[in-house]
């Protein structure tokens, strides 16, 4: 078996940083693989930036953040499974209080202030919720990934403190709205959306293959 050299092999390891992997034990399991991988194929003659190519290839077509993600989930699956249906819950009856406020204020019946009140607070709750879940595994996500969660829980936490602000004629509330629906308009929903497209052209290339 053709034995790498260490510059070779720092260079896997380089990869595998670079490209998002930053559990310890992942990335030496992950570089022994690529290491046997990359060997057997030397054997064939090949060099080791075509076999290096091949390997990553066909290893993580989809990138090694993947396996990260997906090792994640199955270690945290049971903390995961409280944690969804604690947040479709709050986000169940944030948005029924919200509706139920619209129907307030349209027909001009009392409470809707205080169901206002309520729904925003929900929604702060339920944010702060997402990011303190995000934030205990900061580095086990993508640099993408943090980015768009701190941009949906400012743009939340700043919309809904803005419209609280409003009701209840504090300075200040109109600023708070804007800066939240720049930052939901510009950056949170354009890097939601784009990763559901990468997601389901990944899901149709495996379909397809």
């Not at 050299?5 to 260079?11: L, N, T, V, Y």
């Not at 670079?18 to 559990?23: C, F, L």
């Not at 205080?114 to 925003?120: C, K, Q, S, T, Y």
């Not at 768009?148 to 209840?168: E, N, P, Q, Y």
Request: hydrophobic letters at 50%.
């Amino acid at each position: 078996m053709g034995q790498l050299s260490d510059d070779e092999e720092m260079i896997i390891l380089g990869h595998i940083i670079a490209d998002g992997v930053t559990d310890k034990a992942l990335q030496n399991d992950l570089l022994d693989h690529y290491c046997c991988f990359i060997e057997e194929i030397l054997l064939t003659g090949a060099d080791f930036e075509s076999a290096y190519k091949t390997a990553f290839q066909a290893i993580t077509p989809n990138g090694m953040h993947e396996i990260q993600e997906e090792l994640y989930f199955i270690l945290n699956h049971k903390q995961q499974t409280i944690m969804k249906r604690t947040i479709y819950f709050a986000g169940f009856l944030t948005v029924f209080c919200i509706s139920t406020v619209i129907m307030f204020k349209t027909m001009h019946w009392p409470g809707a202030s205080v169901l206002f009140l309520i729904a925003f607070l929900l929604v702060i709750a339920t944010a702060i919720i997402l990011f303190s879940s995000s934030i205990k595994h900061w580095k086990s996500h993508t640099a993408g990934y943090n980015v768009r969660v701190i941009a949906g829980f400012l743009a939340a936490l700043l919309i809904s403190v803005g419209a609280i602000f409003k009701s209840l004629h504090y300075p200040t509330a109109g600023a708070q709205i804007v800066a939240g629906v720049l930052l939901l308009n510009l950056v949170f929903l354009p890097m939601f959306f784009y990763h559901l497209y990468r997601g389901e052209l990944i899901n149709t290339a495996k379909i397809n293959n």
